[in-house]
């Protein structure tokens, strides 16, 4: 990669890890916290603050990537962070379950999320747009490993509006990395930008909007029950679970980045691509045959983030690669408008599935869900090979496999 686009995916994952952060933190104490304030005993209002900010970015999500698309990816982030801190805020001054949903709500109304992947692929060269998007995952990865072990010590010093405040600091520094560091975004490509519905209804991006729909409804719906079930099969303490998160995250980039290389270098992108949707189907299946077992759990988490990291590095590259060149910020904000959907179904229905049934019951619906991903997966046309750099653009932005 050249000097501007190692700078470019620095900041931009900086930014995400920055914003992410604030999302992540509270994952690993809220539910805990939230015994001690009015409302807090529900665990379907639990789940719904945990994947609040998920319904308000599904909201946002394609208004802020079609305005990216407009008037400029710098800008439309600076709006997102700004509503975010503010959201933070609000979330800091509450006093119930009630009004922290509210802050979470506000939360996700800072929709960026579509501006900076768009913003991602505008600056970097295709052959090296994964790993790009790699970075921004693997920050994400590292934020969400990193919130794990700092949430228990950092709440029991500073409290959960603490933790808020913090959230909101981290945004407005976030700021100053898009206005200094981040290097100034292409002009747009010349001609008209498709219609919305051909952005909408591409079978190919609808494909994937799916699969990231699933992977962060289950992501959301395991940590309304995997912090108790360390607790209850584990007798881990809350304040003792990185010992399991930290060690399970860190080898799991160790072992995405070869299946990286081999996606990218050796042109194997769709069979890599279903590789980790079946790893990630078989873990939820042995989860859910065995929630009951810390052994399991432990195994668990570890082969689940490995599958996590390399979809979430490969999605949205793909959707950058199939997308047309001008609605990159519309196909992106479509992506992560699910994805968001996602997050909000799998609080809300994690905490209503433990609710009534049993922790293997979130599981269980986790594999189906899987099982119906690996199947688009499978069946889908032409998933697009990185383009060489002398190669000039297909039609519409998609790519037609090499021969």
Request: positive net charge; charged residues 10%.
């Amino acid at each position: 990669m050249s000097r501007d686009e190692k700078r470019a995916g620095g900041a931009l994952a900086a930014i995400f890890a920055l914003r992410m952060l604030g999302l992540f933190l509270i994952l690993p104490v809220f539910a805990i916290h939230a015994e001690a304030i009015p409302g807090g005993n529900d665990l379907t209002l639990v789940g719904i603050a945990l994947g609040a900010y998920g319904l308000t970015q599904a909201m946002f999500q394609i208004p802020f990537g079609m305005a990216s698309d407009a008037f400029g990816r710098k800008k439309v982030i600076v709006v997102g962070l700004l509503l975010f801190a503010f959201g933070s805020a609000v979330a800091a001054l509450s006093t119930d379950i009630w009004w922290t949903i509210v802050g979470r709500v506000l939360q996700g109304a800072g929709a960026i999320s579509a501006a900076v992947t768009a913003l991602a692929a505008d600056l970097t060269r295709e052959q090296h747009r994964t790993k790009v998007m790699a970075m921004i995952g693997s920050s994400i990865g590292l934020v969400f490993a990193f919130s794990l072990v700092a949430a228990p010590a950092l709440y029991a010093a500073i409290g959960m509006d603490g933790l808020f405040w913090m959230t909101a600091i981290l945004a407005l520094a976030a700021i100053g990395l898009v206005t200094h560091v981040v290097p100034p975004a292409p002009p747009p490509p010349e001609g008209p930008r498709p219609p919305f519905r051909d952005v909408l209804l591409d079978t190919r991006l609808l494909r994937l909007n799916f699969g990231i729909f699933t992977l962060h409804m289950v992501q959301m719906a395991m940590f309304v029950v995997v912090p108790g079930l360390l607790v209850r099969y584990g007798d881990l303490p809350l304040a003792s679970h990185w010992k399991v998160y930290l060690p399970a995250v860190l080898a799991s980039f160790v072992l995405m980045v070869p299946a990286i290389i081999l996606a990218e270098k050796c042109n194997q992108v769709k069979p890599v691509f279903v590789a980790a949707i079946v790893l990630l189907f078989f873990t939820l299946l042995v989860l859910w045959r065995g929630s009951t077992s810390y052994t399991v759990v432990v195994g668990g988490l570890l082969s689940f983030f490995v599958a996590f990291n390399i979809l979430e590095a490969m999605l949205p590259s793909l959707i950058s690669r199939i997308a047309h060149p001008n609605a990159k910020g519309a196909a992106l904000g479509v992506y992560n408008t699910t994805q968001a959907f996602g997050l909000f179904l799998g609080g809300a229905l994690g905490g209503w599935l433990v609710k009534h049934y049993e922790a293997g019951a979130v599981f269980l619906c986790g594999t189906a869900m899987a099982a119906l991903w690996l199947v688009a997966a499978v069946t889908m046309p032409g998933v697009p090979l990185r383009r060489q750099a002398a190669t000039a653009p297909a039609p519409h932005g998609i790519l037609e496999p090499k021969s």
